[in-house]
T-cell receptor, first 112, second 111 residues
């Protein structure tokens, strides 16, 4: 398996623009997680899904953030409108039965 | 709410030394504990997973232990090498629980 795939790897956008991050989990995994990592706050869990259903979105910082998982092989994290404080590395991870998590390479987002 | 603490935040050791990284968690009712490694500018790589029914796991020069009653886990690295330099994170939870990450220990192994 190719592991967790994220795209794009880098995204630079202007304040106010919509940003969509994409994730393909490992085939057969039933849990998917979105994390954000910054120097100031470390690694934060934003939302996670089980069998494509959102289980806990308490980490989503604001209504500007939304996440979907339309099927078992694809998820998106959308920020609309984006702000400079959203600049961070966003990771997607997947696991089987919420056991060992496997992380993607991350998307480095810069909002100017 | 689960809180996970890793002390120290940074550690510098000479090559060849054996070392221990610490992880503490406040809610002992965890399903598992996982140790990760993160290299600068990279994602997280899973090192070891200890399930709640286990006391330790080993992989090569790495050994992780879990003491749920005291809310502690340790990662032991034997005969450290410069290539071990990275940030090490622990994460507690799993199963029906949300996984909570510690803030990490940045390890530097000096040749």
């Amino acid at each position: 398996d190719a592991g967790v795939i994220q795209s794009p790897r880098h995204e630079v956008t202007e304040m106010g623009q919509e940003v969509t991050l994409r994730c393909k989990p490992i085939s057969g995994h039933d849990y998917l997680f979105w994390y954000r990592q910054t120097m100031m706050r470390g690694l934060e869990l934003l939302i996670y899904f089980n069998n494509n259903v959102p289980i806990d979105d308490s980490g989503m910082p604001e209504d500007r953030f939304s996440a979907k998982m339309p099927n078992a092989s694809f998820s998106t994290l959308k920020i609309q409108p984006s702000e400079p404080r959203d600049s961070a590395v966003y990771f997607c991870a997947s696991s089987l039965a919420n056991l060992e998590q496997y992380f993607g390479p991350g998307t480095r987002l810069t909002v100017t | 709410k689960q809180e996970v603490t890793q002390i120290p935040a940074a550690l510098s050791v000479p090559e060849g030394e054996n070392l221990v990284l610490n992880c503490s968690f406040t809610d002992s009712a965890i399903y598992n504990l996982q140790w990760f490694r993160q290299d600068p500018g990279k994602g997280l790589t899973s090192l070891l997973l200890i399930q709640s029914s286990q006391r330790e796991q080993t992989s090569g020069r790495l050994n992780a232990s879990l003491d749920k009653s005291s809310g502690r886990s340790t990662l032991y690295i034997a005969a450290s090498q410069p290539g071990d330099s990275a940030t090490y994170l622990c994460a507690a939870g799993g199963g029906y629980q949300k996984v909570t990450f510690g803030t990490g220990t940045k390890l530097q192994v000096i040749p």
